[in-house]
């Protein structure tokens, strides 16, 4: 029987300017149901003993029954108001984890999760205490410095992604400290509480929707695989 907790915070407290539509994109129709619903059902999927945690804009609490009701089946999910910055929501979502296990964090607006990423990140959480998925670059690309430009050897670079997977040992006091502009995800976060953090193979599928024009590109794929 496997005992082991699992949490999986799920980030959905921005404001989505970068989309530029009224409602946030984490509650925007992506075939036939908003974005963040995708998310909570890929990790029901994975782990149907996981607690799922939704982080929302304090302002739009209500919006979670709107989640809740796209889901297959009735699911305790708890419900925490996001703060500032992303740091902060993840935060006030991470007081929510009641007990020792590994905690997923994952952006509400990253829809084409799958199961078989989750369950990847979390084999490698519990043997080296964390998992952080990363994807090769296939651009050529270029450090810029003002006006001038030079190549960097894209072998060294990955394009990182969530959900970043850890024991709560490593995750919980990591993110006692106080806010950095540098956190820009939960592994700066807990690099900069001195622990070493490990990449894992993420998926080129799973996107971040940040413009309409990710939107466009998310419906595609999802209609794609869904014929397959
Ligand atoms: N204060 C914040 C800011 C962001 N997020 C979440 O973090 C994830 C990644 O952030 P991003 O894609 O930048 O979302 P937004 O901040 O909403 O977008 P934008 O920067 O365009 O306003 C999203 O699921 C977003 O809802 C959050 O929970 N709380
Ligand atoms: C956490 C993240 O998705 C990893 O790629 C990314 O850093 C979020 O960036 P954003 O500017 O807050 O969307």
């Not at 989309?19 to 999927?45: D, E």
């Not at 490990?198 to 940040?210: A, F, Q, S």
Request: some cysteine.
């Amino acid at each position: 029987m496997n005992e082991i907790k699992k949490f999986a915070v799920l980030v959905a407290g921005g404001k989505g300017m970068r989309m530029g539509s009224a409602l946030p994109k984490q509650f925007l129709p992506l075939n036939g149901k908003p974005v963040l619903a995708h998310s909570v059902i890929a990790f029901i999927n994975a782990f149907a003993d996981i607690q799922i945690i939704i982080v929302l804009p304090a302002d739009q609490l209500s919006y979670a029954q709107m989640i809740l009701s796209a889901l297959p089946d009735p699911i305790d999910a708890i419900i925490v108001s996001g703060g500032e910055t992303r740091f902060h929501s993840v935060q006030n979502g991470l007081k929510a984890v009641d007990g020792e296990g590994i905690v997923f964090v994952h952006d509400g607006a990253r829809p084409m999760v799958t199961p078989k990423l989750i369950k990847r990140c979390y084999e490698q959480a519990l043997i080296k205490g964390s998992a952080i998925p990363a994807i090769p670059v296939a651009d050529s690309m270029r450090i810029i410095d003002g006006e001038d430009s030079s190549p960097v050897n894209r072998d060294h670079m990955r394009i990182i992604q969530t959900p970043q997977t850890f024991k709560t040992e490593v995750i919980t006091p990591a993110f006692q400290q106080p806010y950095s502009a540098d956190f820009t995800d939960e592994a700066t976060v807990v690099e900069a509480w001195g622990k070493e953090i490990y990449l894992v193979d993420g998926e080129k599928g799973n996107l971040k929707v940040t413009t309409q024009e990710d939107m466009i590109i998310a419906e595609a794929l999802m209609t794609a695989l869904a014929k397959d």
